[in-house]
C-alpha cells in the first residue's frame, strides 16, 4: 500500500504501526520520527517565517477572516506517488490543508485513492483512530495492539496519581494573546492527577484575557503554545512573565508541545507521563527524553 499522510500526527502514527516503508508522502511539518523527515512534502504554509506569537495569531486570523488557505497541497507531486490511501484531518482549520480541500484532489488523482479523515476531540477519538487507521491500511491487529499497549500506559499512570493530591492548573496553548488548552488536554491533566481550571474537554482551545486568568489562583501553569519546541515555548513563557507572574502560581513550566500535546497521536500519552511528573514530582519520575524547563524562577523574578 502506498499512503500519503496530510497530518504531522497521522505520521507518527503510521510509523508506530510499523507502515513506515509504505508511507510516501508526508507534510512540511511531519519530523517525527526521524525517517520521516526523508520523505517528500507534500504541504507548504503560507505563514511566513520569523514572526512573533502575537503576529502569528494576528496573521492567522487575518487569513481565516478572508476565506484563504493557510496550507497548500502539492497536487502535482500527490499524483505522482500514486497514493492508495490519504490520510487528513478536519478537527483544526489551523493545523493542516483543509479536508474538503483534499477530498476534491484526491477526486481527480488517477488512482482515486480513499481518503480517511481523522477528526479527534478528545482522547479517547485519538486511541480509536489509532484503530480505524490500522483497519484502514489492513493491519487490524496492529492498530488494535497498539491501542491496548497505550491503554495499559494510561493505567500505569491512573495508578500512580491516586492517592495525591490534585494541584489547581491552568494550561496555555498560547501565550499572546493567551489560548487555554481544549479538545484532550483537560483529559491529560485530569488523567496526570491535576484539575484543570478553565479548559473545557472536547472543545477547541479558547482565547481568553489574562485578568481572566488571574483570578483563578492557580498552583501550576504549563505553557504548552500548539506546534512549538521547547526552546521556544521557554521563550514565550519568559516574553510573557509579567503576565504569568500575576497568575500566582507556586511553579510554571514550558513545555515540548510539539511532541507531546499539540498533536493527536501516540506520543500524547507521553505527554500525560510527563503531566504526571510535573504534577507530582515527590512521587512520578521525570520520563527520559522528554523535555521541559522549570521557569517558577524567571517568572517569580519579575
Given at each position: ?63 481565516v477572516a478572508e476565506g484563504k488557505a493557510l496550507y497548500t497541497l502539492d497536487e502535482e507531486r500527490l499524483a505522482e506517488l ?205 520520563p527520559e527524553q522528554l523535555e521541559f524547563e522549570d521557569v517558577t524562577a524567571e517568572v517569580m523574578a519579575w
Amino acid at each position: 500500500m502506498r499512503i500519503a499522510s496530510l497530518v504531522p500526527s497521522a505520521t507518527e502514527m503510521l510509523f508506530a504501526l510499523g507502515l513506515g516503508d509504505e508511507v510516501v508522502g508526508v507534510t512540511h511539518e511531519c519530523d517525527w520520527p526521524a525517517p520521516a523527515q526523508r520523505l517528500p512534502h507534500l504541504t507548504a504554509t503560507v505563514i511566513p517565517e520569523g514572526l512573533s506569537a502575537s503576529e502569528i495569531d494576528r496573521t492567522v486570523k487575518a487569513t481565516v477572516a478572508e476565506g484563504k488557505a493557510l496550507y497548500t497541497l502539492d497536487e502535482e507531486r500527490l499524483a505522482e506517488l500514486e497514493p492508495d490511501l490519504i490520510v487528513t484531518q478536519a478537527v483544526c482549520e489551523v493545523c493542516a490543508v483543509s479536508y474538503e480541500d483534499v477530498v476534491t484532489v484526491a477526486r481527480r488523482l488517477p488512482t482515486r485513492p480513499r481518503v480517511l479523515q481523522q477528526d479527534p476531540r478528545t482522547l479517547g477519538d485519538v486511541l480509536a483512530d489509532v484503530i480505524r487507521l490500522g483497519d484502514a491500511a489492513y493491519v487490524p491487529d496492529r492498530g488494535r495492539e497498539l491501542c491496548r499497549s497505550l491503554e495499559a500506559r494510561l493505567a500505569a499512570v491512573r495508578i500512580a496519581v491516586t492517592a495525591t493530591s490534585r494541584p489547581r492548573v491552568i494550561a496555555l496553548e498560547w501565550l499572546d494573546p493567551p489560548f487555554v488548552g481544549g479538545h484532550w488536554v483537560p483529559e491529560m491533566i485530569a488523567l496526570a492527577g491535576g484539575e484543570d481550571l478553565i479548559g473545557r474537554a472536547g472543545v477547541k482551545s479558547a482565547e481568553v484575557t489574562w485578568q481572566r486568568l488571574e483570578v483563578l489562583e492557580p498552583d501550576v501553569v504549563v505553557a504548552m503554545p500548539c506546534g512549538w519546541y521547547i526552546d521556544d515555548s521557554r521563550a514565550q513563557a519568559v516574553a510573557c512573565r509579567e503576565q504569568l507572574g500575576r497568575l500566582g502560581a507556586g511553579r510554571v513550566y514550558a513545555v515540548d508541545a510539539a511532541s507531546s500535546f499539540s498533536r493527536p497521536g501516540p506520543r500524547l500519552i507521553d505527554g500525560i507521563e510527563l503531566l504526571s511528573h510535573l504534577l507530582h514530582p515527590e512521587y512520578i519520575p521525570a520520563p527520559e527524553q522528554l523535555e521541559f524547563e522549570d521557569v517558577t524562577a524567571e517568572v517569580m523574578a519579575w
